[in-house]
DNA sequence: CTACATCTATACCAATCGGTACACATCCCG
DNA sequence: CGGGATGTGTACCGATTGGTATAGATGTAG
């Protein structure tokens, strides 16, 4: 058996930046969806002819897996930000407004594409559809679960059903991902989030 | 110049009822989005071959835009009857039940088209993409009209601003089509709803 | 019946889709 | 200088895309 450490440089080197490419390509599925990204788009966009984008990502499935694992792995740190907040109402409240942020960068594509890039579609795209909508309920889910540890600790009523007030919040964090993708500004978000918050459960 | 009561039956007769293959035309583009469903997804499913689907429809586009009409048109009853009711706290209330009915039709597609259509695509889909984003524009104007007579009328507070508070709602509904599309039931989309009114500005 | 208008069916179009074969270029190792 | 491994570029693949030409089928009007 050979060693694990395998020959890190031999051969031609790669004539561009994988990461970048993967931006790229998280760029034009996120603003175009997935069905309506073509592999000429990809090539055109990433200044990578087809054969290289085959050999580095594989299909373009498997290419927009892995720009989806850069973008969900960015908004991690928003979660745990946002969830280290002392009680869940605030961790709710630094969720949402950073949800507008992120979905009005400056010089990224508006929205979410977790929403956006494969809500529906034809047979083709179904493995990604059902992807996205994994990762939507896995965010649905651990929103949940730090409702719950509020309950636990206090900030939250009893009588609170946490997975409804998830769903809520979530539901309010996807429709302002339609809302961004359909043009709002990150001031029309924050107030769309700020007023989901008054329907927070009073003490 | 002829006549303009042009004559109604001459030549073969329509071999398919127009408004039933309207109807399926809408469900497929409901179901799928409009990229990605194919003149072979349509003409399997309308039962219909090609050149008499071009001929009484037009393209793609414009079938998508007739089916698209019949579905705006059978909503315009729900917003009516909800604009009806004697506050604009009962019209947001009723249209959003009304709408979790609606998006959760026992034998249609899950969510909304105007949502799932085209929520973003490739370049040749912009121009059906701008349309629902129209419609959703005007979905929310409409509302923002009917909150804004609520004030005039004295029920709801001075001091509200109508277009936050209808767009909040219109969010909420959005974010009720995401869910819905996902697999939310009728019931979760109703309790979202509700708590989305506990948000409502108090006297 | 014939003449005409309309719809249907087959078969096709150029363009694009996602994906790949293959020759050549460029690196490290010896 | 090879030799082997890897990446790049061109040119191509079969399948599918939206859309149509054309011939035949089926109706009304005279």
Avoid at 103 to 123: D, W, Y
Wanted: hydrophobic share 40%.
């Amino acid at each position: 058996m050979k060693p694990k450490t395998a020959a890190a440089q031999v051969g031609r080197p790669r004539g561009f930046d994988v990461d970048e490419a993967l931006d790229r390509a998280l760029r034009l599925f996120w603003r175009q969806g997935y069905e309506g990204t073509s592999l000429s788009d990809l090539t055109e966009q990433l200044g990578i002819n087809r054969p290289s984008l085959y050999a580095a990502f594989g299909n373009k499935e498997s290419l927009f897996r892995k720009a989806l694992d850069r973008y969900v792995e960015r908004h991690l740190v928003l979660y745990r930000d946002a969830f280290d907040r002392p009680t869940a109402r605030a961790a709710v409240e630094h969720l949402l407004l950073g949800l507008a942020d992120a979905q009005t960068l400056p010089r990224e594509p508006k929205g979410c594409i977790t929403v956006q890039g494969a809500l529906v579609s034809g047979a083709d795209a179904a493995p990604i559809q059902g992807e996205l909508a994994a990762r939507r309920a896995a965010g649905e889910q651990a929103l949940r679960e730090r409702i719950e540890q509020g309950q636990r600790e206090g900030d939250v009523p009893a009588h609170v059903d946490c997975a409804d007030l998830a769903r809520y919040f979530t539901t309010v964090s996807q429709g302002m991902a339609v809302q961004a993708a359909t043009g709002a500004s990150r001031e029309d978000l924050r107030r769309v989030a700020r007023t989901s918050l008054l329907a927070w459960p009073p003490a």
